[in-house]
């Protein structure tokens, strides 16, 4: 109970004190002239231990690669915490990069609770899943799975039976998910990165010219998928 109020108290406060320019008023509430948004987690960077700095100039690397192609759309990137490193990371290399905050932006809150604690409409929600599609393990694969209910586990089956590392599958989350009914989500899209921990399935056991290809593989299936959906 105390981490939930925490997190909805990191969350209101980002949206208190957000000194982003790119994010409107309108947009915290979730205003329907505002357009469609991707909420994402760091793909691979808790669990399947990918080194930082790496994922995040692939993070920026892709999302400026996507730019033009996204219209009204805008990405966001979540973590749980003010002091999430990836987050920090991430928001310095993409001001380096001139990257237009109106479009791309970070947050802190729980991505299963965006708008109902943080005041973020997202529709679309990306997981960092595992590559049976299974809900449980942990992070935000069991977060996710959870805040849907049963509803996705099935919806999910009806897309893939598992995914190839690189890969990302689109989910649509029926409206009886109360991740549909609370939060706005339709959509999620399940993304499995590359593995660096020994204890988890298809370790790349330290390969980072591989790894590297195959969360930008990953970035760009997931954004390609979002764009399926928007455009
Ligand atoms: N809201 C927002 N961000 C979150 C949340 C949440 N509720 N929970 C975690 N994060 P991870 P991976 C952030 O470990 O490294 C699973 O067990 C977290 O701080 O979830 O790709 C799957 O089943 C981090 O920045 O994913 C796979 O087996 C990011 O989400 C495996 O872990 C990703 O952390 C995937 O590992």
Redesign the pocket.
């Known amino acids: 109970k105390e981490t939930a109020s925490l997190l909805s108290h990191n969350a209101r406060e980002e949206v208190k004190d957000c000194q982003d320019p790119g994010v409107s008023s309108s947009t915290r509430k979730g205003s329907s002239s505002d357009g469609p948004i991707l909420a994402f987690?760091?793909?691979?960077?808790?669990?399947?231990?990918?080194d930082h700095e790496k994922a995040s100039d692939i993070i920026v690397e892709k999302v400026e690669e996507s730019m033009d192609k996204l219209g009204n759309a805008k990405l966001v990137l979540?973590?749980?915490t003010r002091g999430?490193k990836?987050l920090s990371l991430v928001r310095a290399k993409a001001a380096q990069k001139n990257i237009n905050p109106k479009k791309f932006f970070t947050f802190v809150?729980?991505?299963?609770k965006l708008y109902s604690e943080g005041g973020l409409r997202c529709t679309v929600i990306a997981n960092?899943?595992?590559w049976r599609l299974?809900p449980?393990?942990?992070?935000?694969?069991?977060?996710?799975f959870n805040a849907a209910g049963p509803d996705l586990e099935v919806a999910t089956k009806e897309q893939a039976k598992s995914l190839v590392p690189g890969s990302a599958v689109v989910v649509p989350l029926p409206s009886t998910s109360p991740l549909s009914s609370k939060e706005g989500v339709t959509h999620v899209i399940h993304v499995l990165?590359p593995?660096m921990n020994p204890h988890?399935p298809n370790c790349l056991g330290g390969d980072y010219v591989k790894g590297c290809q195959i969360l930008q593989k990953a970035y760009t299936s997931l954004f390609e998928g979002f764009l399926s959906i928007v455009s």
Do not use: E
């Open positions: 987690p760091s793909i691979s960077t808790a669990d399947f231990q990918f979540v973590d749980l999430s990836i809150g729980d991505i299963t960092a899943a595992n299974k449980g393990g942990g992070g935000v694969n069991a977060a996710i990165g593995n988890r």
